[in-house]
């Protein structure tokens, strides 16, 4: 966005520019640019919060009244309030103590590790009315398999997925494992802070392990579409 703001305004039309990432925005350089602490996907910050929302738009189209410049970078102050901590919250599942597979496991025990843990997670998921899961488009009885290759450096050859490499196969299976988690930690009704559900997956499951182990493993390997893909297993703030 802030690279199509310069060709905008190259044709004398003003623009105001939201963004999530401040260096991006610092070495782009929009005309006009608000940046905004909230998570990546949520540009105005707070789903279904639509007077929140209006305070960030509004926000941003101020910048036009603006005659400094040539380039303006404002902070967005206010945090978003689904970030904010739930004191009194803890996970709706209760997931079994399962032992993380040392360095050099197999690719079967990594496969038995997330089947050991994983039965809650699936339990709460097959009562759930809409979910995100799915983009990986693989049967869920056959992701342990595919992550468990990769982090046991045995990446399969042929792909479980049709027009896909396999790296890019469990990249999307990945999201679809955490989503899962995530979404089973969320009881209805209630609205922990994104940050506490993430570091609940981060922190202490068998799940997020793999998924660590997977991408150690792609980065280290001397096939090149692996290392570019790996970094997409893991965000950069949970290496």
């Known amino acids: 966005m802030s690279a199509l703001a310069h060709l905008i305004e190259q ?27 909230f998570e990546l996907g949520r540009p105005l910050g707070e789903p279904g919060d639509a007077a929140f929302q209006r ?3 509004l926000a941003a189209l101020a910048l036009l009244e603006r005659n400094d410049g040539p380039v303006i970078l404002e902070d967005y102050a206010e945090e978003a309030p689904g970030r904010l901590p739930q004191d009194d919250w803890r996970p709706a599942v209760t997931l079994p103590s399962v032992a993380i597979p040392g360095a050099n496991a197999s690719a079967d025990e990594w496969a038995a590790a997330l089947r050991a ?26 992701w342990p398999e595919l992550l468990a290759a990769f982090a046991a450096d045995t990446p399969p050859t042929d792909s479980p997925v049709a027009g896909l490499r396999p790296v890019q196969a469990a990249r999307y299976v990945a999201d679809d494992l955490k989503a899962l988690y995530t979404e089973a930690a969320i009881a209805p009704g209630e609205r922990p802070s994104s940050r506490q559900v993430l570091d609940w997956f ?3 499951t068998v799940a997020a392990a793999l ?8 980065l280290a390997s001397d096939n090149k579409v692996l290392g ?3 970094n997409q ?7």
Do not use: Y
């Not at 994983?118 to 979910?131: D, H, I, K, M, Y």
């Not at 998924?211 to 792609?218: D, E, M, P, Q």
């Open 228 to 230: 570019l893909v790996a």
């Open 202 to 204: 981060w922190n202490t």
């Open 55 to 57: 305070r960030v738009v």
């Open 233 to 239: 297993f893991v965000p950069a703030d949970r290496v």
């Open 117 to 142: 843990e994983w039965a809650p997670v699936l339990s709460a998921a097959s009562g759930r009315p809409r979910s995100t899961v799915g983009g990986g488009r693989l049967d869920r009885d056959r």
């Open 211 to 218: 998924l660590r182990r997977g991408r150690a493993a792609c």
């Open 11 to 37: 044709r004398g039309i003003a623009t105001t520019t939201i963004g999530l990432i401040r260096v991006h925005m610092e070495r782009i350089r929009p005309p006009r640019g608000l940046w905004v602490p």
